[in-house]
């Protein structure tokens, strides 16, 4: 490891500065650009020991775990240089695969903060400590709070110490639903075979929702519901959701307003259906998914919902078995939301199709431009570009992008 005198001259993608030492680039977390900086140099990456010169948009972070906990990135930096940033992570993505066209705005919300967390927990001679990973390291920041999460995640890392000093090293997902805590736990088979029978007990004791262990439930005394559109839903144990309440409703607007006068979609990656129910005030709807639990919960809840066009759904791999031309004539517009990997496959289909739009919902500008090219390769014009920003300070945007024919 060396030292040396650097300058920041842009902040990267993965929202770290950048510098150049040696004729290689370097990436400096916590820098911003236009400052001067000593930094301990270690391959490819800088930390900084000195800040010689500030940059007049650094900013004092909020949050006092900021700088050692490995969540946030970009506390540090003010509003207005940090959303320019962020809506331009969509535009170098869609401009690198040659399409011209700029992000019409980045929506913030972050809302009430984060309705989910993933804690570790660790017990080590008799005593507990939960909360994130330091930023870069294993060693694990043992916290009291998170200022980013929702109200109703406050006692999460009190519920993960209770948890892990009967169940040992443990993973906690916690989720705030409209019937209290969701909690999902990965622990030692063994030791959680020799405590199930106390179990119940501990998660009546704490209020919990759900109690999940090792993907079995354990108890249940409230059936955990979050609300989509018009549908309250009752989601599996760690089911996918978006990361905000606010988000998915900004999301969820976003789809609806590029419907136009749909009158029969498909909702693919649909999960347990954010879309599918708000979709579905206006127009007909089959969502498709690869996670069966998620179609069951949004099945069950369609049976509940009242005011909507007919709702359907189907588990069905997008990745491996995308929808087909011939199946897509059924449809007049397309809405997908995949996991990080894009959909690639099924976006080579709706080239194909003579589907009149398609939304797409993208958490990877990357993956969003290669789909967004294959689509325009196949005859759709891109019509707008939205940014959303639910996972603030950090460097993962949401992204709506509405095609047509």
Known sequence: MTDATVSITA??????????????????????????????????????????????????????????CGGCQLQH????????WKAGLVDSALAAKGIDMKVSTLIDAHGDGRRRVSIHARRRDGVVTAGFMAARSHDLLDLDRCPVLVPGLAPAFDVARTLAARL?????????????????????RK??????PKLAGLARELDLARLSV??????????????????????????FLQATAAGEEVLGKL???????????????????????RIAE????????????????????????????????????????PLVAAELKDYDTVVFDPPRAGAEAQAKQ??????????????????????????????????????VDQFKWTAHVETVAVFRR
């Not at 950048?18 to 990436?27: D, I, K, V, Y």
């Not at 270690?42 to 800040?51: F, T």
């Not at 307003?257 to 599918?276: H, I, M, Q, W, Y």
């Not at 007909?284 to 639990?293: H, Q, T």
């Open 191 to 196: 030791i959680v075979a020799a405590e199930m």
């Open 214 to 239: 090792n993907g079995e439930v354990v108890v249940m005394p409230r059936v955990p519901l979050v609300q989509m559109g018009k549908a309250m839903v009752p989601i599996p144990p760690v089911s």
């Open 11 to 68: 902040m990267g993608r993965r929202a770290e500065g950048l510098a150049t030492h040696e004729g290689h680039p370097l990436f400096v977390p916590l820098s911003l650009p236009g400052e001067e900086l000593r930094v301990a140099i270690d391959g490819e990456r800088g930390s900084i020991r000195n800040i010689l010169a500030a940059s007049p948009q650094r900013i004092a972070p909020f949050c006092p775990h900021y700088g050692r």
């Open 282 to 321: 206006r127009a007909r709807v089959r969502a498709f998914d690869s996670d069966r639990w998620a179609i069951a919960a949004l099945t069950a809840a369609q049976r509940t919902a009242s005011g909507l066009k007919p709702v359907s759904a189907e588990a069905r791999d997008l990745f491996r078995a």
């Open 168 to 188: 040992g090293d443990s993973d906690v997902a916690l989720t705030s639903t409209a019937s209290g805590l969701d909690v999902s736990v990965k622990a030692e």
């Open 255 to 277: 789809v609806c307003e590029g419907l136009g006068k749909a009158r029969s979609v498909a909702d693919l990656f649909s999960g347990c259906g954010p879309f599918t129910f």
């Open 350 to 387: 709706l080239a194909r199709s003579q589907v009149k739009t398609v939304i797409a919902v993208s958490c990877d500008p990357v993956t969003l431009a290669r789909d967004a090219a294959i689509l325009i390769g196949g005859g759709y014009a891109l019509e707008t570009v939205t940014a």
């Open 77 to 84: 930096w003010q509003e207005d240089p940090y959303r320019a």
